[in-house]
């Protein structure tokens, strides 16, 4: 049996200690706003916080996550008005939205730890995570924006 | 107010139908007949047989329901094609319910001859038909509201869902009016608004699927849960055009929650209880393939079988002038060939599909850009009856063309059918990487002559490459010339008295079909790269040169003015700034690069882009096409391609097929030109000119031209 914390309630599973957090996130709790786009690491539209860093939850097996807590797209504000969900609306980001839940709690993770990162910090943070899209341009613009009393008063 | 907006006969008005919906409403559509050359079938026959083919239904208590037929994956047409008809309908977008279209009829896009999205075409085919629906419907409500108090319709007004008297005081709702509105006659015209009088059109409201988006509860093609369903996955002979010979399921068969694995029509399915069970089976399958053919075909050896047709005779597309005797008076000759390679789609969201095939019907929830030849594949498959085939359209990760395909459909219905239970088909990324229907590979020979003064006076533009339309779409081949692989080399704005441009077709056994703007994403490059080359050659300003060849088009002259003050201002040291132009899907948009080299990498560093799209309905979200057509353009132009040995495609990853990352997002500026002009398509306009525009910044920088893709330095 494997304990954590998700999304601020606790759980308890009988899994596979191997499976990827994505498919339990996904299959077993029915929390599809975290996305499969490559299952290697390699794309991030699968981030979670896990105790409030972000991981890619495809290439992080349940048994990491023993005891700990996750955060997911889902879990970010009760009300979808958190700062960067603002902000995100206001610079119109998304446009298919696929990878934009693992843009939003990379971004989220990185707000936490420097309330107002600069550009070398944010490039640093989101090259982690594709858009084909091409909406990096807004994302920057909107991690900048989240940070102004505009948005952070909700 | 005859002279405030037009009006408009209805050219579709034999075809409207009117009906009353249970509990009083009012639903608003076309009915179509069947057309023959679209294989479309005649409206289903059901108990009642209109209300499919509705766009707008308008309910007693209130409800406005919108059909929206065109797939939203990433372009804005949930919001753009919306504002459309609420701007003629009077209603504000929160009022609006907005649906996914249902496969019928009315919901055709004319410009595809079938109900399908891509090419840029939503918006273009949406702009009559969704405004004088609502405008219909709106005229209707005044009607409705005039006959009630007995009053002349001149003294109502129609805003934010309600008809107002002049009076100042009696209003009723929409919904109050509707049930006395579908007794009234249909109009047989409509008054459009005009322009001064839009709220909408020409604004930027917030998209209606951003805040879905911010809260991961906008649905996608994976997200589709339904109660039984099953998850498989499918693995592949991994040479092009192979079957599977062999295969050994034990150990997938072993993984807990694997149900079954057997060979379907494409490959081996492992069916699961979840998603993960089902990706570990596929991985642990061992597969045997021995193919009888397509081993020996390697990226080499498919470039040789197009370089053959560099020579020799081929079907001509385009005839001006006489390009042989141009040339040969020519001052100067110059002769270049452009290879263009082959490219995945690689949507964020890997194809999938979801269907669950019952003995009497079958409902398909996929993320398509072709919800009708969806149907009909299912219809195929299964034997049942259109009618009894349901296609839900879910949010799409992605198109780009690719998802006009059928082959993840097929999967889904045929694991469905086989397991008598709903089946979602995960394709994994290397799945996606490797049976993908690619950009084609292409290649180019260019034959130019300058006079004495260094002007052009003869073209001659040789594409060679597979044809796209062979498998999609043979009947529209003509006389051996592909317009899917010629787009954008026909049509050049430019003044170029003798001119000729031949198609030879070299296919290859690889798949390919259609890629964000077509034959534009390869001609494009070709064509203004070598005007760049002429420039060079005949020592002219690159933008001066262009500006003389369009003398007589001031529409593009207009966009170059706009880019002239960037085009002058001083190139800042390490950095070279070039130029293209395209012209498609009814849109011009010329395109400034500035590049750098930083440590041995090309860097693109600012892109101008200035768009003459005709009317813009919805400027954030062309602003938005812009960028994100750049970027998909700069991952062609600077990162991978697919390539070939052995008969298989040797990416697998996104380490093999770099996508363009955060940090090397260019600065862009988007300059839309206003105009009154219908609109022009614009999600696909950008894409073309990126690599054209990167290397002839390249070469202004470092003097050397660069005619291979990606651009390797």
Not at chain 1, 47 to 55: F, K, R, S
Request: aromatic share 6%; with cysteine.
């Amino acid at each position: 049996m494997i304990h954590l914390t998700l999304n601020g309630e606790p759980q308890a599973l009988a899994l596979d200690p191997a499976t990827p957090l994505l498919w339990v996130l996904r299959d077993h709790f029915g929390l599809t706003g975290t996305k499969y786009g490559c299952g290697e690491g390699a794309c991030g539209a699968c981030v979670v916080w896990l105790d409030g860093e972000p991981v890619k939850s495809c290439s992080t097996p349940l048994s990491a996550v023993e005891g700990r807590s996750v955060q997911t797209i889902e879990g970010l504000s009760p009300d979808g008005r958190h700062p960067l969900q603002l902000a995100w609306v206001l610079e119109e980001v998304p446009q298919c939205g696929y990878c934009q839940s693992g843009q939003i709690m990379t971004a989220a993770a990185l707000l936490a730890r420097h309330p107002r990162p600069s550009d070398e910090q944010i490039d640093a943070a989101m090259s982690e995570v594709l858009c084909r899209c091409g909406s990096y341009g807004r994302i920057r613009r909107a991690i900048h924006r989240a940070a102004t009393p505009e948005v952070q008063g909700g | 107010m005859a002279d405030s907006g037009s009006m408009k006969g209805l050219t579709r008005r034999d075809l409207l139908k009117i009906v009353t919906l249970s509990g009083g409403g009012l639903a608003l559509g076309w009915v179509w007949p069947a057309r023959a050359e679209t294989n479309e079938p005649a409206a289903p026959r059901s108990p009642d047989p209109f209300e499919p083919n509705a766009w707008i239904n308008i309910h007693a208590d209130g409800r406005i329901q919108v059909r929206l037929a065109r797939a939203e994956m990433g372009q804005g047409v949930m919001t753009s094609l919306a504002m459309l008809l609420a701007e003629e309908l009077e209603v504000g977008l929160d009022q609006l319910q907005i649906e996914p279209a249902p496969v019928a009829p009315a919901y055709v896009n004319y410009l595809l001859g079938e109900q399908a999205t891509g090419g840029g075409t939503s918006t273009r085919d949406a702009w009559n038909t969704l405004r004088e629906a609502g405008a219909l419907a709106r005229t209707l409500m005044i009607a409705a509201a005039a006959q009630t108090w007995g009053v002349p319709e001149s003294e109502c007004r129609a805003r934010r869902a309600q008809v107002h008297h002049a009076d100042g005081t009696r209003r009723l709702t929409y919904g109050e009016l509707a049930a006395t509105a579908t007794r009234l006659p249909a109009p047989s015209s409509v008054e459009l608004k005009a322009k001064p009088d839009w709220t909408l059109i020409g604004t930027s409201p917030r998209r209606l699927d951003t805040p879905l988006k911010v809260r991961g509860a906008a649905h996608f093609g994976l997200d589709v849960r339904l109660p039984g369903m099953l998850y498989a996955t499918i693995a592949r002979c991994p040479v092009i055009g192979a079957q599977i010979s062999g295969w050994n399921g034990q150990a997938a068969h072993a993984v807990p929650g694997v149900i079954d694995v057997f060979a379907v029509r494409y490959g081996i399915a492992v069916v699961a209880e979840t998603s993960w069970a089902a990706l570990t089976g596929h991985a642990r399958l061992e597969v045997e393939c021995r193919p009888r053919v397509n081993t020996a075909v390697t990226t080499e050896r498919l470039h040789s079988r197009l370089r053959i047709g560099l020579n020799g005779r081929a079907p001509v597309a385009l005839k001006e002038g006489d390009v042989s005797r141009a040339l040969a008076r020519a001052a100067l000759e110059i002769e270049s060939v452009y290879e263009v390679p082959f490219q995945a789609h690689a949507c964020m969201e890997p194809m999938n599909c979801t269907a669950d095939v019952r003995p009497d019907g079958c409902d398909i929830h996929v993320p398509t850009q072709s919800p009708a030849a969806t149907r009909e594949t299912a219809r195929h498959l299964t034997g049942l009856s259109a009618e009894r085939i349901r296609v839900h359209t879910t949010f799409l990760g992605g198109g780009h063309g690719r998802r006009r395909e059928q082959d993840f459909v097929q999967d889904a219905v045929e694991l469905s059918q086989r397991l008598g239970r709903p089946v979602q088909v995960i394709w994994t990324r290397a799945d996606d990487l490797q049976h993908d229907y690619y950009r084609p590979m292409t290649l180019h020979r260019l034959r130019g002559g300058l006079d004495a003064a260094g002007e052009p006076v003869a073209w001659f533009h040789r594409v060679v490459g597979p044809s796209v339309l062979a498998r999609r779409d043979p009947g529209r081949l003509r006389d051996g010339i592909d317009s899917l692989m010629t787009d954008g080399a026909v049509s050049l704005p430019y003044r170029l008295p003798h001119r000729r441009l031949e198609y030879r077709r070299a296919d290859t056994p690889v798949p390919i079909g259609l890629w964000r703007g077509d034959g534009h994403s390869h001609n494009a490059f070709a064509t203004e790269c070598f005007l760049d080359e002429l420039a060079r050659a005949g020592g002219r300003d690159p933008l001066e040169l262009r500006r003389q060849l369009l003398a007589e088009s001031p529409a593009h002259l207009a966009l170059l003015d706009r880019l002239a003050e960037y085009w002058a201002a001083p190139v800042p040291e390490g950095q070279g700034r070039g130029l293209a132009l395209v012209e498609a899907m009814g849109s011009r948009l010329a395109l400034l690069a500035e590049v750098s080299v930083e440590d041995g990498k090309i860097r693109a560093r600012r892109f101008v882009a200035v768009l003459d799209g005709g009317q813009v309905v919805n400027p954030d979200a062309v602003r938005a096409q812009i960028e994100s057509g750049i970027v998909f353009g700069l991952t062609a132009t600077l990162k991978g391609a697919i390539t070939f040995s052995d008969g298989q495609v040797e990416q697998a990853d996104f380490g093999d097929y770099p996508l363009l990352r955060f940090d090397e997002m260019p600065e862009v500026e988007s300059i839309l030109i206003d105009s009154d002009a219908p609109p022009g398509g614009v999600s696909s306009i950008a894409t073309p000119a990126v690599a054209p525009a990167v290397a002839n910044a390249l070469l202004a920088l470092l003097g050397r031209p660069f005619r291979t893709l990606p651009i390797r330095l």
